[in-house]
């Protein structure tokens, strides 16, 4: 009965705005069949997806892995049973995505050897983690470690870590995140552009030269535990098949407490080699160490799915042209050999994406009305691998990427209840913000700056991949402010999640968690969609933004 009120109350307010100004912008675009289908975003309809989803019987959802597939094809049997156009490969709804799965073997061996000195076997999981990118089942490298910083070549910041050196045959030791300001126009002051993140990082080092790269880990640089690099590091992990870009044999991370061995092995000081770092007259530094590795790796060719769905428009124009709705729903899979409980479920991340993203498709195929844009909804493999399927999906998009009006993705969406916030990072950067402000507005929710722009979030989810084939796109996700508690609370309910559940088994369904605020977050991304899909023009980035040139490439008018 409550939620009933709440739901009317949302629609009347709608309603309101619109009766009260008929030239109100937006609200033209809520013909009463949205209305009506948007009241039917119903919570408890969310929840049971998430139960499904994040069940043991689906084993973590592993990419590639059976509870994967399952999950795939259940996520496709809603697509079928909303009567939705399948938008996959082959008039299917799966669009197979060819990966190679590697893991890697026990005999591998990571050893630093000092030109003076008795070599130093690192420890697998607790004092290193490693991949061999190249896709062979065995590699070999005795190679000099240089240390090279941040390993970033920014020519926009007028950063350049290489000076030119030739790192041909190295192996790269470098930090994690970027040079640290305060100064918006140096890498975005406080937040993290690409160049912190460890992708770009890998993929510069292969563009060198270099055969391999191992990033120093530090909590507070890297903005999460050791924890979760050795788990999205352990086990198999999955690539998008070799397209013949160079690629690095040894991809590593070691710990903090193992890089402070290696640069005492060579005579210095860890704490001096980062603060060296921070100085644009920084240069490679050349360590009397070598790292000798033999990588022995399981290969493994496979598909795995992205499955996607579309809803044709209305408008005989327009209907080529879309909005899209992306969530991903792999996980971490399982640790057979892992003692106590080794599947990782995944429940908040992101049986809860993927279970907003089934309901907004339902309430958009039930609706007696259709928007004038297609809709496509894309639940997409491969996230926790490293933005796979986003990255294949946004390679061979079901509608060209300058139709696409706009990518709305959910990712993690916790049940705590009721926002009073919504956090839409990135949609600031389009010129979709305007509107994004009006209807937050709207829903009573205070629009949330990233808390922590310093964390890189906007690099780390699926929209990115969708940005960087010009899409404009971004997360739908509450802020930290809930009904009945202090935005402490929920900052409270984050550290928590992030410290002991984040990517860890405990990610679990609860049967007393509270999905009101995965409907809420719903129904905004339900209106947000349906006038993205209503707009007279494309939405596009803002002019400079750094994919504003990938947008032009797309064709986008
Ligand atoms: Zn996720």
């Given at each position: 009965m409550r939620k009933n009120l709440v739901l009317l109350s949302i629609i009347l307010l709608i309603c309101g705005v619109w009766a009260q100004n008929s030239s109100h912008p937006m609200a033209v675009h809520f013909p009463p069949a949205a209305i009506a289908a948007f009241q039917k975003i119903d919570a408890e309809r969310i929840r049971a997806h998430v139960r499904f989803l994040s069940h043991d019987l689906l084993e973590?959802?592993?990419?590639?892995q059976r509870g994967g597939d399952i999950a795939a094809e259940y996520i496709a049997t809603q697509f079928a049973l909303d009567g939705l156009k399948p938008a996959g490969d082959?008039?299917?709804?799966m669009q197979k995505v060819p990966m190679v799965g590697i893991t890697s073997a026990p005999e591998s061996t990571f050893a630093l050897v000092p030109s003076k000195g008795s070599a130093r076997e690192l420890k697998p999981l607790s004092e290193y983690v490693a991949y061999d990118?190249?896709?062979?089942t065995d590699s070999t490298v005795n190679a000099e470690i240089v240390y090279v910083g941040y390993g970033v070549e920014a020519p926009e910041y007028h950063w350049?870590?290489?000076?030119?050196?030739d790192v041909k045959g190295k192996v790269l030791l470098m930090l994690v995140n970027e040079p640290t300001s305060e100064d918006p126009k140096f890498f975005k002051g406080k937040a993290l552009t690409y160049y912190g993140r460890w992708v770009y990082k890998y993929e510069q080092a292969a563009r060198k030269g270099a055969v391999g790269a191992i990033l120093i880990h530090q909590t507070e640089m890297a903005s999460y535990p050791w924890e979760v690099v050795r788990n999205s590091n352990s086990g198999e992990k999955s690539y998008l098949k070799l397209d013949g870009s160079p690629k690095l044999k040894v991809a590593a991370w070691i710990h903090l407490d193992a890089a402070r061995e290696l640069a005492s092995m060579s005579g210095l000081d860890i704490g001096k080699l980062m603060a060296d770092?921070?100085?644009?007259d920084f240069r490679p530094v050349p360590l009397p160490v070598k790292l000798q590795a033999h990588m022995v790796n399981k290969v493994r060719p496979f598909e795995s799915n992205n499955v996607i769905a579309m809803l044709p428009g209305s408008d005989a124009k327009l209907k080529s042209e879309a909005v899209m709705y992306s969530a991903h729903?792999?996980?971490?899979?399982?640790?057979?050999?892992?003692?106590?409980?080794?599947?990782?479920?995944?429940a908040d991340d992101n049986a809860t994406g993927c279970g907003i993203l089934m309901e907004v498709a339902h309430a958009y195929a039930d609706a007696a009305q259709k928007p004038r844009r297609s809709i496509l909804f894309a639940s997409v493999t491969a996230e926790e691998q490293g933005l796979l399927g986003s990255e294949y999906l946004g390679k061979h998009p079901p509608v060209p990427a300058g139709k696409i009006t706009l990518d709305l993705n959910y990712d993690?969406?916790?049940?705590?209840?009721?926002?009073e916030e919504v956090e839409v990072s990135?949609?600031?950067?389009?010129?979709?913000y305007p509107t994004v402000q009006a209807l937050a507005e709207e829903f009573r929710l205070a629009i949330r700056p990233?808390?922590?722009?310093?964390?890189?979030h906007y690099y780390r989810s699926d929209h990115f991949s969708l940005a960087r084939v010009g899409i404009p796109a971004f997360s739908i996700n509450a802020g930290v402010k809930y009904k009945g508690h202090d935005a402490a609370w929920g900052m409270q309910q984050a550290n928590e999640f992030t410290e002991?559940?984040?990517?860890?088994?405990?990610d679990e369904y609860h049967p007393?968690?509270?999905f009101t605020g995965d409907a809420v977050m719903a129904r905004f991304g339900f209106a947000l969609g349906w006038e993205a899909a209503s707009t007279p023009k494309l939405i596009g980035w803002q002019k400079?933004?750094?994919f504003e040139p990938a947008r032009i490439k797309s064709g986008a008018k």
């Open positions: 973590g959802r592993g990419t590639g082959n008039g299917t709804y990118e190249t896709q062979q350049d870590d290489y000076k030119g050196v770092a921070r100085s644009k729903y792999d996980h971490l899979g399982m640790r057979p050999d892992m003692p106590g409980d080794n599947i990782y479920n995944g993690d969406v916790p049940p705590l209840g009721s926002p990135g949609s600031e950067r389009t010129t979709f990233d808390s922590r722009p310093e964390a890189g002991k559940h984040y990517h860890q088994p405990s007393e968690s509270d400079g933004d750094e």
